[in-house]
């Protein structure tokens, strides 16, 4: 299993755009790039996924540089909803895949 | 669609008690479920890996006689957090694959707050 790291918090104020980035040296040839949203007591939340290049769907985008070793989560415009922990992951796209959470960052926008 | 839901959402039980949590993916098959466990401020830690029809995969460290798992149906997994502890108070959180879909992806339930008095 890939293992990722990123910042542990960073913060940002409301209408601006903010990249969190997550680095992932050890990523495999298989490997598919996850980011999950979770608040407070609540289950995380799928928020998009890419294998290459980029990735955009209605909340947000994922870049990924063509040596795969990295990949940054853009949010467009962000609000105080967006206050939550990200995390990162990677893991085989295919059949029976267990993924191991890292620590997260923890994204505060203020207002 | 890929709804997962967990019951109970919080619970309160005595020192020694047994408690049962339930995962239900609610509109697609789940032969895969995965149990996690998170403590405060901390990220999600995964326990095991329940199987339809065949014993749960454990992570090491966890221990497969006080946490039971039972994968009946596709759509049903149960955590059993036997002779429970104050320690073992947690956030349990239940995540299914869609037998569907070729992507990795988990749809993650609700969680299950458990407090041990």
């Known amino acids: 299993l890939a293992k990722t790291t990123q910042p542990i918090s960073m913060d940002s104020y409301e209408g601006q755009e903010v990249n969190i980035t997550c680095s992932h040296n050890n990523i495999a040839t298989n490997d598919y790039i996850t980011w999950y949203q979770q608040f407070p007591s609540q289950g995380p939340r799928f928020i998009i996924q890419?294998?290459?290049t980029k990735v955009t769907n209605e909340v947000a985008s994922l870049f990924i540089p063509a040596d795969r070793k990295s990949s940054t989560l853009s949010l467009p415009r962000v609000s105080l909803s967006d206050t939550a922990v990200y995390y990162c992951?990677?893991?085989?796209?295919?059949?029976?895949?267990?993924?191991?959470f890292g620590i997260g960052t923890k994204l505060q926008v203020i207002p | 669609g890929a709804v997962v839901s967990q019951h109970p959402s919080r619970v309160i039980c005595k020192s020694g008690t047994s408690v049962k949590i339930e995962c239900r993916s609610l509109d697609f098959q789940a032969t895969t479920m995965f149990w996690y466990r998170q403590f405060p401020k901390q990220s999600l830690m995964l326990m095991a890996t329940?199987?339809?029809?065949?014993?749960?995969?454990?992570e090491q460290g966890v221990e497969k006689d006080k946490f039971l798992i039972n994968h009946a149906s596709l759509t049903l997994s149960t955590l059993t957090v036997t002779s429970a502890h104050p320690e073992d108070s947690s956030f349990y959180i239940c995540?299914?694959?869609?037998?569907?879909?070729?992507?990795?992806?988990?749809?993650f339930g609700p969680g299950t707050r458990l407090t041990v008095t």
């Open positions: 995540s299914a694959r869609d037998d569907r879909r070729s992507s990795y992806e988990q749809y």
């Open positions: 890419g294998y290459k």
């Open positions: 329940s199987n339809e029809g065949s014993k749960a995969t454990y």
């Open positions: 992951l990677v893991g085989d796209s295919g059949g029976y895949q267990k993924v191991t």
